[in-house]
């Protein structure tokens, strides 16, 4: 089902949480709501299930407008962050309940629930009780009884935030089986950019309840639409050197290193202060006359066939990996040239990429 989102808008107050967001969720998509505690992804969500009330806008689901529709008839299946298993039910009669609340047949249940189960791996757990059950295991079984219902839209609110991180990693990958099985459009609400970049078809990133980008996960690693967006997406964090403008070059800001790439943007006003954002893995060391810098190695952090080194240019510090083959000391000078990809120039004062 294709999701359709025209100037949705959510006020609580004077508070806006959401403001004037457009967006399509396209059929049989897994997409990333993803962005910092605060943000308006969970009052996304919530708008979508029909559990709060929009301020201004409207949903469409295909051709229907759902804005005002009550949440029993979206068609919504809802995976809450504490998962919300009833306690007193077993894992069979949890997972089949939304079937009883609709006065589907007692043998049908069973065997849909089952079916359900099966998807989601947990078939020899069915006559236990929540409590007996790992966080994994409730995580499925919340899943399980969100498609039973066989939803439109599947909607998952911070699923994976109570798990540890071995678990949180075969969940995700988990949840990416099911979705790609049961071919249901969902959208995944996570605060965790490593989780939405490994099994999200498309991230749409958000801050204060504004759209910042939506793209593929690679794209939006790759070209950034601003300053907070480069931030945002990597790890380690990209670099970002304070500095200006001069003779078609950067210098950082206290005038010590000059960074010359053969990518900025053409006609730069002199003395325009611009943040340059360099991925560690964008600066490599020059075997070579060419070189876009030079520097200082200031310290040096191994990490498998890998290096992370610490630069010092002037006031500031930039991290690059170094290979292993490059025996450069600390305090040593190095001479590094600029990849094509990983390196951005943004305005100082907006954020906004140039």
């Given at each position: 089902?294709?999701?359709?989102?025209?100037?949705?808008?959510?006020?609580?107050?004077d508070?806006?949480?959401?403001?004037?967001?457009?967006?399509?969720?396209?059929?049989?998509?897994?997409?990333?709501?993803?962005?910092?505690?605060?943000c308006?992804?969970?009052?996304?969500?919530?708008?979508?299930s029909?559990?709060?009330?929009?301020?201004?806008?409207?949903?469409?689901?295909?051709?229907?407008?759902?804005?005002?529709?009550?949440?029993?008839?979206?068609?919504?299946?809802?995976?809450?962050?504490?998962?919300?298993?009833?306690?007193?039910?077993?894992?069979?009669?949890?997972?089949?309940?939304?079937?009883?609340?609709?006065?589907?047949?007692?043998?049908?249940?069973?065997?849909?629930?089952?079916?359900?189960?099966?998807?989601?791996?947990?078939?020899?757990?069915?006559?236990?009780?929540?409590?007996?059950?790992?966080?994994?295991?409730?995580?499925?079984?919340?899943?399980?009884?969100?498609?039973?219902?066989?939803?439109?839209?599947?909607?998952?609110?911070?699923?994976?935030?109570?798990?540890?991180?071995?678990l949180?990693?075969?969940?995700?990958?988990?949840?990416?089986?099911?979705?790609?099985?049961t071919?249901?459009?969902?959208?995944?609400?996570t605060?965790?950019?490593?989780?939405?970049?490994?099994?999200?078809?498309?991230?749409?990133l958000?801050?204060?309840?504004?759209?910042?980008?939506q793209?593929?996960?690679?794209?939006?690693?790759?070209?950034?639409?601003?300053?907070?967006?480069?931030?945002?997406?990597?790890?380690?964090?990209?670099?970002?050197l304070?500095?200006?403008?001069?003779?078609?070059?950067?210098?950082?800001?206290?005038?010590?290193?000059?960074?010359?790439?053969?990518?900025?943007?053409?006609?730069?006003?002199?003395?325009?202060?611009?943040?340059?954002?360099?991925?560690?893995?964008?600066?490599?060391?020059?075997?070579?006359?060419t070189?876009?810098?030079?520097?200082?190695?200031?310290?040096?952090?191994?990490?498998?066939?890998?290096?992370l080194?610490?630069?010092?240019?002037?006031?500031?510090?930039?991290?690059?990996?170094?290979?292993?083959?490059?025996?450069?000391?600390?305090?040593?000078?190095?001479?590094?040239?600029?990849?094509?990809?990983?390196?951005?120039?943004?305005?100082?004062?907006?954020?906004?990429?140039?």
């Amino acid at each position: 089902m294709r999701v359709k989102i025209e100037n949705l808008t959510k006020r609580f107050g004077d508070f806006t949480a959401v403001d004037h967001f457009n967006m399509t969720f396209e059929d049989g998509q897994l997409v990333a709501l993803l962005g910092p505690s605060g943000c308006g992804k969970s009052t996304m969500l919530n708008m979508l299930s029909g559990i709060l009330p929009v301020t201004e806008g409207k949903i469409y689901f295909d051709e229907d407008d759902v804005t005002n529709m009550p949440p029993q008839d979206r068609g919504v299946g809802l995976v809450f962050q504490n998962y919300a298993l009833y306690p007193h039910m077993s894992v069979l009669e949890n997972i089949a309940f939304p079937l009883e609340i609709q006065k589907v047949p007692k043998a049908e249940r069973k065997k849909r629930a089952m079916e359900m189960a099966a998807l989601v791996h947990v078939e020899q757990l069915v006559d236990r009780k929540p409590s007996a059950l790992s966080g994994g295991q409730q995580q499925r079984v919340a899943i399980a009884r969100a498609l039973i219902k066989s939803p439109r839209l599947l909607l998952l609110d911070e699923p994976l935030s109570n798990l540890d991180a071995r678990l949180r990693l075969e969940m995700r990958e988990e949840i990416r089986r099911i979705q790609v099985k049961t071919g249901v459009t969902t959208i995944f609400v996570t605060h965790d950019q490593e989780e939405a970049m490994s099994i999200c078809d498309r991230i749409v990133l958000m801050k204060d309840g504004v759209l910042q980008q939506q793209d593929g996960p690679q794209e939006l690693y790759d070209s950034p639409a601003n300053l907070f967006v480069a931030n945002f997406l990597g790890n380690p964090p990209i670099n970002n050197l304070h500095g200006f403008i001069k003779d078609g070059a950067f210098v950082t800001r206290d005038g010590a290193v000059t960074i010359r790439y053969r990518n900025f943007p053409k006609e730069l006003p002199e003395g325009r202060r611009v943040i340059l954002g360099i991925r560690a893995e964008a600066a490599i060391i020059s075997n070579n006359d060419t070189h876009d810098f030079t520097s200082v190695i200031k310290t040096r952090y191994t990490m498998g066939k890998e290096e992370l080194a610490f630069l010092n240019l002037g006031d500031q510090e930039m991290r690059v990996y170094l290979s292993n083959e490059h025996e450069s000391a600390p305090g040593s000078e190095a001479s590094f040239h600029l990849r094509s990809k990983g390196v951005f120039l943004f305005d100082e004062e907006t954020g906004a990429r140039l």
